[in-house]
């Protein structure tokens, strides 16, 4: 039934594909696209390379701590440096990637609800978002690891459910522009069930500014993950991560910098690279929005 509903042209502007198009056509997301996609193939292939390039594996010995051996020294205990460095990305990546995703499913989901539905249940999910709101994520995340210690599962958990306010604020404001809209009446006339009319008529409709959304929460997870890292509460020793790498090594930043330098140009190259695709992101649902509006 959903597929013979007539779309205006108006919610449109709210598909993905054409606002991928607009937004390509900034330079910057071009730019940010390289920087991005060069990173996540460092981490992603460099686990594969790092023993074949370096000679040796991420936990072997390779000489003095805070040496000058080979392409970029050694760590704090005698570990090859760029060996850990080709090896440390994938983990924080994945981390990341997946408490963005849990972040946005559950506040895509709470968002659209809490919007078609209206009344009781629209205030009880948004006040008790802005109860999660009033606790900054490090401090939930500090507070869950002090409970139960440090967990890969539990850093995703805790991210993401801090994203998921947010998240359900943008999809609440965005499922009431479309709720009134003649194809979503069509299909209430129809008696459509309610999850179909969500899924089928109006996430398609509201994914623009989701879009948009993703690359934000993308963003901080990747920060939050190397942070809690950073603390030595997120990804553990003897697991070669970014963030783990700048806190083992920072010591020894003027004598042997490359074990900090290498990590934190990275985490900054892929935080720049995210955040121009976001950014071109919002000026093409902008101006896609002030065309429909003129």
Request: charged share 15%.
């Amino acid at each position: 039934m959903s597929e013979t509903i007539a779309v205006p042209l108006s919610a449109e502007v709210n598909r993905p594909a054409g606002l991928i198009r607009r937004a390509w056509a900034f330079p910057q997301a071009k730019i940010g696209a390289v920087l991005t996609v060069v990173v996540v193939l460092l981490a992603v292939l460099g686990p594969l390379v790092a023993e074949v390039l370096t000679g040796y594996a991420p936990d072997d010995f390779a000489g003095k701590p805070f040496k000058l051996v080979g392409i970029a020294g050694t760590d704090n205990i005698g570990r090859d440096v760029l060996s850990r460095f080709l090896d440390g990305g994938l983990t924080l990546l994945f981390y990341a990637v997946l408490a963005t995703a849990l972040g946005v499913l559950l506040g895509a989901a709470l968002g659209m609800l809490a919007a078609y539905t209206g009344g009781r249940l629209d205030a009880v999910i948004m006040r008790g978002g802005d109860v999660l709101l009033s606790f900054p994520c490090l401090v939930l995340a500090l507070l869950a690891i002090a409970v139960i210690g440090p967990r890969g599962w539990l850093l995703v958990l805790v991210i993401g459910i801090s994203h998921a306010p947010r998240i359900a604020r943008v999809t609440r404001q965005a499922t009431l522009t479309v709720a009134g809209q003649d194809y979503i009446r069509a299909a209430e006339m129809y008696a459509v069930p309610r999850w179909r009319i969500l899924l089928d008529e109006t996430l398609p409709n509201i994914t623009g500014p989701l879009l948009v959304e993703v690359g934000l929460r993308l963003t901080y997870s990747i920060g939050y993950v190397a942070s809690l890292s950073f603390l030595g509460l997120g990804i553990q020793p003897p697991a070669a991560d970014w963030g783990l790498m700048i806190n083992e090594n920072r010591i020894a930043l003027v004598v042997q910098p490359w074990g900090v330098l290498l990590p934190v140009l990275a985490i900054a190259v892929l935080t720049v690279g995210t955040n121009m695709i976001t950014d071109s992101l919002a000026s093409a649902a902008s101006g896609a929005r002030q065309g429909s509006e003129s």
